[in-house]
């Protein structure tokens, strides 16, 4: 199957696929917060209009200020984008030629942005069920290399590792005078949530990522920022748009940041129908991945490949995310985000109607 490499977007599918699109579609296959955006965003809407005859603060002074509150790191740690995309592109920049190790499975726009800047790609992959780092492995990879990604809370398996896995891989990698890019995309989905952006500032090879577009379900506003030394930073910054920021996104992530009810509102909603839907797929045979945020891997074990069950939810108009282009998976596990209850309620039936038919 040729298929998209990315989530979101199902009408490219069902196109890639041949396949007409079913009247109505759940798209499972877009990790954002299902309790939509701050209420707050669409009040003050109408008032940010008058931005748009201007210019961005190029310098996001107002939304460093609320990064630093938010989350206890100096404004001057802080470095913000035009999404996540755009600072894996910097980084790339930043690491033109160098030899790079991902930790997979995980997105792949860090090897995508990598290999364009001509880097060396290294893999390391994490295997279920178990999902365990093997540390040994690591330690070795890292010291042969200039860089590492690692996706935490990981994507697509939702796995969020203890503290000190964390901190031992930060230790090492600044030992061997290693870059540790840490993708905390989906750290505040997590009911314990494991970061380490507060030590991006005191280790020099340490970056942490951040989207704003995944809690804050802002997708199409791109906002994301990254957490590091000063010094690191301007290199990075170098390479980046003038204004890359637009004067709304500005707006409305600085909004987001102070709202902390909307983030524990969905933490709270996370933990509860998460645990539901995993409880469900154990009692109806199925196989998933011991996920801590917004989504999970499952798989029907009877089958190797899950192209089938993938076609039959689609039929439905249930898009998920496949798993081709992830390395170590390769098909063999289905990717699903938490939805909404009746949204979720919808895919529990399809798969009971799966399991009664196989």
Not at 247 to 257: E, S
Request: with cysteine; glycine share 6%; aromatic share 10%.
């Amino acid at each position: 199957m040729r298929l998209p490499a990315h989530g979101s977007n199902p009408e490219h599918l069902f196109s890639a696929l041949g396949m007409d699109s079913p009247a109505e579609i759940i798209d499972f296959s877009v990790n954002i917060n299902p309790l939509g955006a701050p209420a707050a965003i669409k009040h003050h809407w109408e008032s940010w209009l008058k931005e748009i005859a201007d210019y961005p603060d190029p310098s996001a002074s107002e939304l460093k200020e609320a990064i630093s509150t938010h989350d206890g790191v100096p404004a001057s740690h802080v470095l913000a984008g035009n999404g996540a995309s755009e600072l894996i592109t910097l980084i790339a920049r930043y690491l033109h030629g160098k030899k790079v190790l991902i930790v997979h499975p995980t997105f792949s726009e860090y090897e995508s942005a990598c290999s364009n800047e001509n880097c060396t790609i290294l893999h390391h992959i994490v295997h279920p069920p178990n999902w365990q780092l093997d540390k040994e492995a690591l330690q070795h990879k890292i010291k042969v290399v200039d860089a590492v990604f690692f996706c935490h809370p990981n994507n697509p398996a939702g796995v969020q590792y203890d503290s000190s896995a964390i901190d031992w891989l930060i230790d090492g990698c600044e030992r061997s005078k290693t870059l540790l890019i840490i993708d905390e995309a989906f750290y505040d989905f997590a009911s314990s949530p494991v970061t380490s952006i507060q030590k991006a500032g005191d280790f020099s090879s340490l970056l942490v990522l951040r989207s704003l577009t995944k809690m804050y379900s802002i997708a199409g506003l791109r906002l994301g920022y990254l957490a590091g030394s000063p010094e690191l930073l301007a290199r990075i910054q170098k390479s980046q748009p003038q204004w890359s920021l637009n004067a709304i996104a500005l707006k409305a992530g600085t909004l987001c940041l102070n709202d902390s009810g909307h983030s524990e509102q969905a933490r709270s909603y996370m933990e509860a129908e998460r645990a539901r839907l995993l409880s469900y797929l154990s009692d109806r045979g199925f196989l998933h991945s011991p996920s801590a945020v917004n989504f999970y891997l499952f798989k029907d074990p009877s089958l190797d490949d899950q192209e089938t069950l993938f076609l039959f939810l689609l039929r439905k108009g249930l898009v998920l995310r496949h798993t081709y282009n992830f390395p170590g998976l390769h098909g063999t596990w289905l990717r699903a985000a938490v939805k909404r209850e009746t949204e979720n309620n919808r895919l529990m039936e399809a798969l009971f109607e799966w399991k009664q038919g196989n």
